[in-house]
């Protein structure tokens, strides 16, 4: 396996949209979602750049990651990208990307509980948003 410590931002994020994504898709399924159409428009409020930079804002604001985890958030939104931002400022995508190689750091270095705990604080705090 890759060394996670060594990888730049951007491999970390790729790692990091997958899994997130996959906690999101298991929980709509466990919502009793089934419509394709209805799942991906609902996993938008999930996933979205837009939705990932405020759930970091969340995060700093409730000071709820360790420097470590800091340190992969910045590796990732300081990370050089040679896409562009899809409806979203470059800044909202930057920021998306941090939380992505965040995603990317907890799952490659093994920390399952860690991203369990993280991913259900997100979905939780999406779901309150959108109440």
């Not at 931002?9 to 790729?14: D, K, N, R």
């Not at 990651?65 to 340190?71: K, N």
Request: net charge positive.
């Amino acid at each position: 396996m890759a060394n996670y410590e060594q990888m730049n931002g951007i491999a970390l994020a790729y790692m990091g949209d997958a899994i997130y994504e996959v906690y999101v898709r298991r929980h709509l399924l466990d919502q009793g979602l089934t419509k394709p159409n209805k799942l991906h428009h609902t996993a938008t409020h999930y996933v979205s750049a837009k939705a990932q930079a405020f759930l970091i804002d969340k995060m700093k604001a409730q000071n709820l990651l360790s420097e470590t985890e800091q340190a992969y958030f910045h590796r990732g939104r300081n990370a050089k990208s040679y896409t562009s931002a899809k409806n979203t400022s470059v800044v909202t995508y930057r920021i998306s990307t941090g939380f992505e190689a965040l995603f990317g750091y907890l799952y490659l270095s093994g920390q399952k509980d860690r991203l369990d705990e993280l991913a259900a604080w997100c979905i939780k705090t999406v779901e309150e948003e959108k109440a």
